[in-house]
């Protein structure tokens, strides 16, 4: 299977049914912090306007993050409509004319008669995750003083000197402007 298709296979009227499992090495989203760790699923429709072709379905996958705050690997499963328009590249026209539209949908532009929706369905599954992924929102991170993982362990850093806790930071220069 692939994510390329010639527009002539896109039947005018009724259009083109996909229903199919991509490998997820057909996408290069492969960062240290951010991997697949499924196949893609996609489903939905392309349908087909002279030159013009449009899809409009779901993609579903899972992805492995990286925590930006204790660092442990998490899952979490990714599924987001995709609505994109092929057209093809224009020749000699000006190209501001063709980036003027005023549109939400996401427009790629094809040479020849190939368009392909592995960029449209990797950008789409980019944009929904967040900037700073987090394994959960109450995350407590690292330890600054020891390391240790303060979800799984309690260490002795905080009591021991009070450090390592901003809080505990401004509370002492509370103290100290008071004496
Ligand atoms: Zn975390
Ligand atoms: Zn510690």
Excluded: W
Aim: with cysteine.
């Amino acid at each position: 299977m692939s994510l390329k298709f010639d527009i002539e296979s896109i039947p005018e009227d009724e259009g083109l049914e996909l229903l199919q499992t991509e490998k997820k090495s057909a996408l290069k989203i492969d960062l240290p912090d951010c991997t697949l760790t499924q196949d893609i699923e996609l489903s939905g429709r392309l349908t087909r306007l002279g030159r013009d072709v449009f899809f409009k379905g779901r993609v579903a996958c899972e992805i492995q993050f990286a925590c930006s705050r204790c660092l442990e690997n998490f899952k979490t499963p990714v599924k987001t409509s995709l609505d994109v328009c092929f057209m093809p590249i224009p020749e000699n026209e000006p190209q501001e004319e063709h980036e003027l539209r005023e549109s939400d949908i996401e427009v790629e532009y094809y040479k020849e008669n190939t368009i392909d929706l592995a960029q449209p369905v990797f950008d789409q599954i980019l944009l929904t995750q967040p900037l700073i992924p987090l394994c959960c929102s109450d995350c407590k991170g690292l330890c600054s003083q020891c390391g240790v993982n303060r979800n799984k362990n309690e260490c002795q850093c905080g009591e021991l000197s009070g450090a390592g806790d901003p809080r505990f930071d401004v509370l002492q220069k509370l103290k100290d402007k008071i004496k």
